[in-house]
Nanobody, 124 residues
Framework: QVQLVESGGGLVQAGGSLRLSCAAS????????MGWFRQAPGKEREFVAG????????YYADSVKGRFTISRDNAKSAVYLQMSSLKPEDTAVYYCAARQFRAVVTVSPAYDYWGQGTQVTVSS
């Protein structure tokens, strides 16, 4: 079993930045692909960014490409999401997720473990 705990969310003005962190514990594996998803009120959970097991491949939703950067530190069992040029439409609960395979996929059912989420609110 893997436990994921997100941190770093908060309230920020449009144009600002936040850095989300995801700490993994338990039966962690550096061979897991990791992803960030988000869910806004009344909307479905959507893929934001993903990183493969080695960190050599990253993927982004079109809506965040060029503004968000995903990274990982396998020695610390941690994944990060650096968010810049934030917009009000980025407001959502952000979830960290892990899947027991090396490659990233963009659909949430493919992920085996989920954190509780951290709220990000961007004011206009």
């Amino acid at each position: 079993q893997v436990q994921l705990v997100e941190s770093g969310g908060g309230l920020v003005q449009a144009g600002g930045s936040l850095r989300l962190s995801c700490a993994a514990s338990g039966r962690t594996s550096s061979t897991y692909a990791m992803g960030w998803f988000r869910q806004a009120p009344g909307k479905e959970r959507e893929f934001v960014a993903g990183i493969n097991w080695s960190g050599g491949a990253t993927y982004y939703a079109d809506s965040v490409k060029g503004r968000f950067t995903i990274s990982r530190d396998n020695a610390k069992s941690a994944v990060y999401l650096q968010m810049s040029s934030l917009k009000p439409e980025d407001t959502a609960v952000y979830y960290c997720a892990a899947r027991q395979f090396r490659a990233v996929v963009t659909v949430s059912p493919a992920y085996d473990y989920w954190g509780q989420g951290t709220q990000v609110t961007v004011s206009s």
